[in-house]
């Protein structure tokens, strides 16, 4: 029973996509609960997230290939991203006209770059209903946070398929990791296009509407 508490609690602490708010594991207080070992993330090269991409566009997964776009343009979460309109999504603009409401009700614009403006253009081609939400289910309602899961794991697996590398474990929190991660050490293809070298720490964790610095360096590799 115990142990079964520990998991939940340590669910909650891990992935902050289902469980905003939780920032520790209350279980580590509570005495003859073991302690499990901390569930390792996910990482993507910034080169394999190309790669997926492009198979995405080729394949004319265009709604996909939005997300990832969005999702690797900004580090936003999962309920963050899902709170985005498509009529948020313009050439001339670089965020999002919509706040939205995310960890611990931080109020913010998503931002977004080249790959979300070229996969959108080819994914709103393809809409042909009145729903204002910027990612639909196969029923044509707003996609959900399963939704959401159940595409970015077919990513991993098809990752996995394509590179021989284990990326089964792939999620959106493992995105965001990698956005980071790729950010700091300047390997983020917008480290490049926008010719931003590495960024700075503190640059960073303002980008992923961290309060500390601290935090923001949990998330690298």
């Known amino acids: ?76 979460r999962r309920n963050e991203v899902l709170q985005v309109k498509r009529t948020d999504i313009a050439d001339d603009k670089n965020c999002t006209d919509t706040v939205v409401i995310g960890k611990r009700s931080k109020k913010f614009k998503v931002i977004y770059f080249s790959r979300t403006k070229e996969a959108f253009k080819k994914y709103e081609a393809t809409r042909t209903d009145n729903v204002e939400a910027l990612f639909i289910n196969a029923e044509g309602r707003p996609a959900t946070a399963n939704n959401i899961y159940d595409w970015i794991k077919q990513w991993g697996d098809e990752l996995t398929e394509t590179t021989g590398e284990d990326y089964r474990g792939l999620t959106c929190h493992s995105l965001r990791h990698c956005y980071i991660d790729n950010l700091l050490k300047g390997t983020h293809y917008l480290c490049k296009e926008l010719n ?23 998330y690298s590799n």
């Open 196 to 218: 931003l070298g590495s960024v700075p720490l503190e640059k960073v964790k303002v980008l992923a509407h961290h309060e500390n610095s601290d935090t923001t360096l949990k």
């Open 1 to 76: 029973m115990l142990s079964a508490v520990h998991m939940m609690l340590e669910m909650a602490s891990d992935d902050d996509d289902l469980y905003e708010d939780y920032d520790r594991n209350a279980s580590e207080k509570i005495k003859g609960v073991p302690k499990n070992p901390v569930r390792e993330i996910t990482f993507v090269s910034d080169e394999h997230i190309k790669m997926l991409y492009d198979k995405l566009m080729k394949e004319e997964r265009y709604k996909e290939a939005t997300l990832l776009g969005i999702l690797y343009d900004s580090g936003v």
